[in-house]
């Protein structure tokens, strides 16, 4: 779960319209039940290990690295409306959704957005 600076538990799903990118990616199947297992995988092992500190720019390279050129191929293809990188945006909300989603731990925010309201990266800390 994540929670909030007042440690309230947040929902699982952001509310800006960048997530419909994850609920588009997400009624694709062959390309979200990959990048899904990908990120669990990756998160599973960092949490596993004692990480208290997760870095979900790290997560998604990470995730995206072992997808094979085949995945990527389809992405683009499917979504030709999408920028080039917002595979990498999209692995950072799906990586806020399973966190989000997790019972068995709290996590907390650590970063906050630049000025003009972007997350380069989120940095999650274990409580």
Not at 6 to 22: C, D, E, F, I, N
Not at 55 to 83: V, Y
Request: net charge positive; charged share 25%.
């Amino acid at each position: 779960m994540i929670v909030d600076a007042r440690g309230k538990s947040v929902p699982s799903w952001g509310t800006g319209s960048h997530w419909a990118k994850l609920k588009a990616v997400r009624g694709k199947p062959a390309l979200y039940i990959p990048l899904r297992q990908v990120i669990d995988v990756e998160l599973s092992g960092r949490i596993n290990r004692g990480d208290k500190v997760l870095d979900s720019s790290q997560i998604g390279a990470t995730a995206l690295a072992t997808l094979p050129s085949s995945w990527f191929g389809s992405f683009h293809r499917e979504f030709r409306q999408f920028n080039n990188g917002d595979e990498a945006g999209i692995c950072g909300m799906e990586t806020y959704r399973q966190l989000a989603e997790r019972q068995t731990d709290i996590w907390r925010c650590l970063t906050k957005p630049d000025p003009r309201g972007v997350w380069d990266t989120m940095l999650y800390e274990n409580i």
